[in-house]
């Protein structure tokens, strides 16, 4: 019977990756394949190092509904109706 496999210390240590596809034009895939030959790195270690550069955003973890046009459109004709009222009322 084949044993399990169990996580252990080392890898707690392995970081999560997620795989992504990168659309490059020829001439920045050719600088990366030179960069990553020349520094013995990986094109993923490569990204990695770039994006740990990039500033990081903080997002709300809920956000508000955007109004939509309809809603817009529903506030300004009950603008419309509340100014003829009034004169409704006048002519009463």
């Known amino acids: 019977m084949k044993a399990s496999k169990r996580p ?3 890898d707690a240590r392995v970081r999560k990756t ?3 596809n990168v659309r490059l034009d ?9 960069h990553c ?3 013995e ?3 993923g270690e490569v990204l990695t190092r770039l994006c740990e550069g990039l500033r990081e955003f ?3 973890a809920k956000l ?4 939509k046009d309809n809603d817009r459109q529903d506030k300004s004709s009950d603008v419309e ?3 003829t009222a009034p004169a409704l009322q006048d002519a009463a």
């Open 8 to 10: 252990g210390v080392d």
């Open 41 to 43: 790195l990986t094109p």
């Open 64 to 67: 508000e509904p955007r109004v």
């Open 18 to 20: 997620t795989r992504v």
């Open 81 to 83: 109706n509340s100014t």
């Open 37 to 39: 030959a020349m520094t």
């Open 26 to 34: 020829s001439e920045a895939a050719r600088r990366l394949r030179v």
């Open 58 to 60: 903080s997002m709300p």
